[in-house]
């Protein structure tokens, strides 16, 4: 004899989609107060200036917000508001990118302006370098480089965010990191070629 049917356990973010839904201020400003940093900190991995980050992040939201009513629950809220960042961040920076002028403007601002001996110095230098190099990568594997070794994501929340297999995750991480330090060992500096396998 067959048992009862297991129901599924409810999504935890179900009745927050539904008040975003239905235009209720308050979760749209809880919203914003619990993902706007995540956000911003992602966008600012691809743009410039923190300038930059916060009209990605106006710019994110407001997508968001427009297209929530064709959110399926499919993921996370935390990992569609990512797929969002990444795209309008990388728009942003084609774009940015298109028009400056090479050498005209500092890779990494804050290490720039960060105060210190020689030491810090020639680190500043060796993370400009970096920076320079993950620049030059092509979008596919900066983005995976990105999530993965800055932001912390495993390859399974990676595949999620950009929409594509785990298997193509692996590929382009390990193709990105090969990327890496062979440009930036180009350049004089050393990183470590391999770090295990990618969780």
């Not at 749209?28 to 900190?41: G, M």
């Not at 410039?48 to 997508?63: I, Y």
């Not at 028009?99 to 990494?108: A, F, I, K, N, Q």
Request: glycine share 4%; hydrophobic share 40%; charged share 35%.
């Amino acid at each position: 004899m067959d048992g009862p049917v297991a129901e599924a356990p409810p999504n935890p973010e179900a009745a927050l989609i539904e008040r975003l839904i239905a235009g209720d201020e308050a979760a749209h400003r809880s919203f914003y107060r619990t993902h706007a940093a995540d956000v911003h900190r992602l966008a600012r991995r691809f743009v410039h200036s923190d300038a930059e980050a916060d009209e990605v992040v106006q710019e994110v939201f407001l997508s968001a917000f427009k297209a929530i009513d064709r959110f399926r629950g499919g993921s996370k809220l935390r990992t569609w508001l990512y797929r969002i960042t990444v795209n309008r961040a990388l728009k942003r920076q084609r774009w940015w990118s298109r028009r400056r002028e090479v050498g005209s403007e500092p890779l990494d601002h804050r290490a720039q302006r960060a105060p210190g001996p020689e030491v810090r110095a020639a680190d500043r230098e060796a993370l400009a370098i970096v920076r320079r190099c993950l620049d030059a990568l092509d979008d596919r594997k900066r983005t995976v480089l990105v999530l993965h070794e800055l932001e912390g994501l495993d390859t399974k929340e990676i595949a999620a965010v950009l929409d594509c297999p785990r298997s193509t995750v692996l590929t382009r991480l390990s193709r990105a990191r090969a990327e890496l330090v062979k440009s930036a060992r180009a350049l004089g500096v050393a990183l470590p070629d391999d770090e295990g396998e990618p969780r």
